[in-house]
């Protein structure tokens, strides 16, 4: 009989996606406080990501959007977030599923946290794309950022321990 092992190392980046999620939640709900800002690194070729063909085009493969002064109709589920941002003055719609993202700071604080993609078949938040959000009422206005340039790559070694030291923005 095969030998299956815990995957601590899936446990600890659902548990450090949470944290996005609910710093996005918060975000949401109150607004930012201070100066605190997001920037938000994610695949755009990930499953149940979803943004306009020409932006698609414009970042292959990766995207860094920021949330910070303008930014319109936050609004997130467990499983990812919808959010419009200006895009040269006209307004886009994106929804990105969490397991999509790989990077995620708060420069105003020095936080910073650095995920692996999810690939679809190897965790069972993969594939989903961000359920309809429209019961969670009405959309409300807050500032947003326009993109900030491609972020780099995170790359996470293949080793079973996990520090939390990995995640740090070096």
């Given at each position: ?34 100066d ?10 990930h ?53 999509a ?11 910073a ?5 999810l ?17 969670l ?8 950022g ?14 079973n321990v ?9």
């Amino acid at each position: 009989m095969g030998e299956e092992s815990l995957r601590y190392d899936r446990m600890v980046e659902r548990a450090l996606r949470g944290v996005v999620r609910d710093a996005l939640e918060y975000a949401s709900k109150q607004g930012l406080p201070g100066d605190h800002h997001f920037y938000l690194t994610f695949s755009t070729n990930h499953p149940g990501v979803e943004m306009p063909d020409y932006l698609r085009e414009q970042y292959d493969g990766e995207m860094t959007i920021v949330l910070q002064f303008q930014f319109y109709g936050l609004e997130v589920a467990d499983k990812g977030f919808k959010v419009t941002l200006s895009f040269n003055n006209k307004h886009e719609r994106l929804s990105v599923p969490f397991a999509a993202i790989t990077t995620f700071a708060d420069p105003s604080v020095n936080f910073a946290l650095q995920f692996q993609t999810l690939e679809a078949g190897g965790d069972e938040e993969a594939g989903d794309a961000v359920p309809d959000l429209a019961t969670l009422g009405a959309e409300k206005s807050q500032d947003d950022g326009a993109p900030a340039a491609e972020g780099a790559e995170g790359e996470a070694g293949d080793s079973n321990v996990v520090t939390l030291d990995q995640f740090r923005k070096k």
